[in-house]
């Protein structure tokens, strides 16, 4: 751990952000296929990992795990899954997407692994595997990195949650690309706030 701070369980003062409310307000997504080189150390991607495992999480459950695909790992994954694209009712198209997963030099995928509670619906475990990426989308942002959070196809394949070690009852909750981007974010068509936001 190398997180910047002296403690993670030190007092923390509710104080104002400005500077983080305006980088999340203007946070965005870095396409997939732009992010390359330099990625995040082992160490920062281990930090992301930390900001995302302090997500909220009802009952304290940690209803999700972490997947650190090694780059000769993504590799030969690719080209298993490029194997499994064939079987996709469009295989081109599926084969193409792999890109995405190719491209990025850091990949973790988050599982979603929801347990049997008397107290906290599945709902909600899932729920919390959402904030786990979210908050790992805002860690790589914060350390100058872009991310993208990505699912397609192969995370919803029999054949490679196989090749994922995907044990019955999880689901991928999302592949975490991190690395630099080769053009900065544009902005994309935001919902209009105001219409959505009604009030009792
Ligand atoms: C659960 C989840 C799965 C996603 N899967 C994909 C995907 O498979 N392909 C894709 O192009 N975008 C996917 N996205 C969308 C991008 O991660 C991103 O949110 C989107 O491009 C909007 O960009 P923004 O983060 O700047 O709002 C997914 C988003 C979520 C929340």
Known sequence: ???????????L???AEPRLLTWLARRRSSPAQTLGAPGPSPE??????????????????A???????????????????????????NPE????????LAAAPATVLVISRPVESPKVP?????????????LMLVAAGSLGFGAN????????????????GLAPGERV?????????????????RPDVAGLVTRL
């Open 63 to 89: 209803p999700w795990r972490f997947v650190v695909i090694e780059p000769r790992a993504k590799a030969e994954l690719v080209e298993r899954l490029s194997a499994l694209a064939e079987g996709q009712p």
């Open 13 to 15: 003062p509710v104080a």
């Open 122 to 134: 599945e709902w909600e475990q899932v729920l919390s595997a959402g904030a786990v990426c979210t």
């Open 93 to 100: 198209q599926a084969r193409a997407k792999l890109a995405k």
């Open 1 to 11: 751990m190398s997180l910047p701070f002296p403690d993670l369980g030190d007092p």
């Open 173 to 189: 909750a999302g592949f975490m690309h991190f690395g630099t981007p080769s053009e900065a974010p544009l902005e994309r068509a």
């Open 149 to 164: 959070w990505i699912t397609d196809w192969y995370a919803y394949d029999a054949g490679a949650a196989a090749l994922l």
């Open 44 to 61: 920062q991607l281990q930090d992301i990992i930390a900001v995302g495992a302090r997500a909220p999480d009802h009952g304290k459950l």
